[in-house]
């Protein structure tokens, strides 16, 4: 009995362990299924939240100055601004998103953090700022219950401009001139000028004053190219047609209502420059006087690197417009010349590039002197001394002809540059002749006069320009070595002209028609020294010695001439010295033995 009784509760207990089982393993499936079921919905609810993101932003920056502009969006368009930051300002950069359905979570991240203005008020972690919001009929739905067109921002980036541009004006005419410095193409350049036709009004009452706009458009300039246009100056109000840059602004993915947001806001500032006062906006502050601008188009990439975006959930397509605008862009008149030095800073002795460049739309003139008073009627070199330019000829106590003419006269063709070398010297005349000097020490300018005309050699209506500041230095650097060199012999080619120079190859050699035993060019280099043709002997010259400096090698040379009453041989000669040496890619500097510079056509 007692068995059987346990056989009954073993056999109750293996129908419940059964049940149980078959209970978890439905409850297992169900899990399954309702877990298969969610991940299908998840991913449905995913296929559904599509959306395209549009954004355009307008960077802003005065033209190769540290000014920036801070705007307040919510105030009438005035500029504040702040001279210790160089950097650039997104000018209103907005966010839009298009999708056929409401999406209930989306984070928005960007890369800005200094000097920020956000609508609707974005989180600031690190050097981002970031937005989560819900999409509501393409509208941002705050959780607040806030809803928003777009989203907006403003700050401050690193990066700079990679332009150089001026216009230059005449009475009939504009000249544009722009360059890309950058290692991107821009595109849909509008290149404006515009000066007031009308005077300033007494602040705050007046009638509505406008400017007058001439611009151009080009349609895309590659890295490393210029243009340069002129257009015939306009001197009356017109209204700028918006046509093309509507068509412009649509074409690169934003919608009508996008563009038409983007032109209300800027129109007033890119196109009509005016001094006007309305009801509606009250005084719009303008310029009163002449500018020029420029407003082009970035590459979306350049966008990207200068603001980048992080999007979550990720959009279907995301499109960026990116625009600068650059004001201030120098303005030069019809007759404008820069003059500048090639360095800032020369050695006693080294030869002076000086660069004339002619940026204005007229004829300018200048030269004829001869010797190294390289310009006429006026001391081209000053120097500062005591606290005031003092001017320092080039050429002193002498008032006579001179032999050479180095700067022959020359007219200099509008948006052409000359260069001219010239030693850093001076010649004090004697009753023997010239004696030669190196220029002290000091700061130095060029003050150098054009003429606008220039009949039978005599400059009229003239103007002078100063060179930058430039300074002498005497160079005390201790790696200067003393070159060891040799003496070629049975050279017997007669040297005409008085002149140095050196030799680096076999084929220029062979000019020479020497008897020396072979030079290996590889390793080897020529130096000679002739003093041309003379009447009779007693006449010699001789390189004395040659050192090597960090950037440059000094000859020295020394000349010998027959005393008066000498007795000497009556025949022609042609004195010269050649000698070899290790061979160097260093520019070589012919040097007297006091350290002045080596004139070949000093004498003869």
């Known amino acids: 009995m007692k068995t059987n009784k346990k056989i009954m509760i073993y056999g109750l207990m293996m129908v419940v362990i059964v049940l149980i089982g078959s209970a978890m393993g439905y409850v297992i499936k169900f899990k399954e299924k309702q877990s298969m079921t969610n991940s299908k919905q998840e991913t449905t609810n995913q296929e559904k939240q599509k959306f395209d993101v ?52 989306i984070t ?25 919001f819900a999409l509501e009929n393409n509208s941002i739905l705050l959780e607040n219950g806030s809803l928003f067109k777009y989203l907006f921002y403003e700050g401050k980036i690193n990066y700079t401009s990679p332009i150089i541009s001026y216009v230059v004006v005449d009475d009939s005419n504009v000249t ?61 109000i017109n209204c700028f047609n918006y046509t093309l840059i509507q068509e412009i602004l649509n074409n690169s993915g934003l919608t009508q209502q996008e563009t038409n947001d983007l032109i209300e806001y800027w129109s007033n500032i890119w196109f009509e420059p005016n001094v006007y006062y309305s009801e509606e906006r009250g005084w719009w502050r303008g310029s009163a006087t002449e ?46 010349v820069q003059v500048e030095t090639n360095k800032t800073e020369y050695t006693p002795g080294e030869n002076i590039e000086l660069i004339i460049k002619n940026l ?34 080039l050429i002193q106590n002498y008032s006579g002809p001179c032999a050479e003419v180095i700067v022959p006269p020359c007219c200099l063709e509008p948006r052409t540059t000359r260069k001219i070398v010239i030693p850093s010297k001076y010649r004090i005349y004697n009753p023997n002749g010239f004696e030669e000097y190196l220029l002290p020490e000091g700061i130095y300018r060029f003050s150098i006069t054009f003429g606008k005309s220039y009949p039978k050699c005599k400059i009229q209506d003239t103007f002078t320009v100063y060179s930058n500041e430039f300074s002498i230095k005497t ?97 022609i000669t042609f004195p010269s010295h050649i000698v070899v040496l290790k061979k160097s890619d260093k520019p070589v500097v012919f040097l007297n033995i006091d350290g002045t510079i080596f004139c070949p056509y000093m004498y003869g």
């Open 54 to 105: 549009h954004e355009w932003g307008v960077f802003y920056q005065k033209y190769n100055d540290n000014v920036i502009y801070v705007q307040n969006p919510n105030e009438i368009k005035d500029f504040i601004i702040n001279e210790s930051d160089s950097r650039i300002r997104p000018f209103k950069p907005v966010i839009y998103f298009h999708s056929e359905d409401n999406i209930s979570y």
């Open 108 to 132: 928005v991240e960007v890369n800005i953090s200094e000097d920020l203005i956000t609508i609707p008020n974005a989180t600031i972690i690190g050097n981002k700022i970031r937005w989560t």
């Open 176 to 236: 544009f001139y722009v360059k890309n410095i950058g290692y991107y193409p821009i595109s849909n350049i509008f290149f404006t000028y515009s000066y007031p036709i009308n005077p300033f009004p007494i602040y705050p009452i007046g009638p509505e004053f406008k400017s007058a706009l001439t611009y151009v458009f080009i349609e895309r300039i590659e890295p490393g190219q210029e243009i340069i246009l002129t257009k015939s100056k306009n001197s009356s």
């Open 291 to 336: 500018r020029a601008q420029i407003l082009y188009m970035i590459p979306e990439y350049a966008y990207d690197e200068l603001l980048p975006i992080n999007i979550t959930p990720q959009p279907e397509t995301i499109k960026r417009v990116g625009l600068f605008y650059i004001t201030d862009i120098p303005i030069h008149p019809s007759v404008y």
């Open 360 to 393: 204005g739309s007229k004829i300018v003139y200048f030269g004829g002197s001869s010797c190294l008073h390289p310009f006429p009627d006026y001391p081209p070199l000053e120097r500062y001394v005591n606290g005031s330019w003092v001017s320092f000829k």
């Open 475 to 571: 160079n005390n650097d201790e790696s200067k070595k003393s070159l060891s060199f040799v003496t070629l012999f049975g050279c017997g080619h007669p040297f005409y002209k008085r002149d140095v120079f050196v030799i680096k190859n076999q084929s220029d050699w062979k000019k020479y028609e020497c008897e020396c035993s072979t030079i290996d060019f590889n390793q080897s280099m020529v130096i000679v020294v002739a003093m041309g043709s003379q009447t009779s002997g007693g006449y010699s010259i001789t390189i004395t010695k040659i050192i090597e400096n960090v950037d440059s090698i000094h000859v020295y040379i020394k000349e010998r001439r027959p005393n008066p009453g000498e007795a000497v041989i009556g025949v």
